[in-house]
T-cell receptor
């Protein structure tokens, strides 16, 4: 009964470091997406995927890379972390189609010093 | 492209009082509308959704929402708030054609006074 699993839960980076936020889902959902949540800004879409091998940019993609080699996994890579990327990151998955609700992970809280 | 506006950043109510959280959307065709709740330190959980049909929809935890096409609104209501309802609430709109990912509003933080 895992649903969407995000690791790590917390991370502190120094400016310029790289890291990968992991996201895995066990519901065989076609769609997966990454959001960042900042105070007063709500949820902003970073990247999304509608299936293995297919990704697209969302509202705020700069500084982030994604890939989707399997249905289950959708990692988010920060290539060179910046203080502006300090945020809470959420991964979500859903079955195909706009009517389907999204299932969210518990989030990763990232601080970039 | 669709968009969502939640005009209230914070709402404060007393326990037992009624609640209405506002949501306005912009989309040219029939929207798919959602309300999600985020408890502190948690991910988002679906409260309710509207696709078509009856404009008053019931959700979990005693919440309901009414779709008003003429006002482009989808306001969330609860007749009597409990202290455990204190959370962040997000309205979202999904497009019936095109984008597969819903657009979220900025959220409304609900504070409940005892």
């Amino acid at each position: 009964n895992a649903g969407v699993t995000q690791t790590p839960k917390f991370q502190v980076l120094k400016t310029g470091q790289s890291m990968t936020l992991q996201c895995a889902q066990d519901m065989n959902h076609e769609y997966m997406s990454w959001y960042r949540q900042d105070p007063g800004m709500g949820l902003r879409l970073i990247h999304y995927s509608v299936g293995a091998g297919i990704t697209d940019q969302g509202e705020v993609p700069n500084g982030y890379n994604v890939s989707r080699s399997t249905t289950e996994d959708f990692p988010l890579r920060l290539l060179s972390a910046a203080p502006s990327q300090t945020s809470v990151y959420f991964c979500a998955s859903s079955p195909a189609g706009a009517k389907n609700i999204q299932y969210f992970g518990a989030g990763t809280r990232l601080s970039v010093l | 492209a669709q968009s969502v506006t939640q005009p209230d950043i914070h709402i404060t109510v007393s326990e037992g009082a009624s609640l209405e959280l506002r949501c306005n959307y912009s989309y040219g065709a029939t929207p798919y509308l959602f309300w999600y709740v985020q408890s502190p330190g948690q991910g988002l959980q679906l409260l309710l959704k509207y696709f078509s049909g009856d404009t008053l929809v019931q959700g979990i935890k005693g919440f309901e929402a009414e779709f008003k096409r003429s006002q482009s609104s989808f306001n969330l209501r609860k007749p009597s708030v409990h202290w455990s309802d204190a959370a962040e609430y997000f309205c979202a709109v999904g497009a019936s054609g095109g984008s597969y990912i819903p657009t979220f509003g900025r959220g409304t933080s609900l504070i409940v006074h005892p």
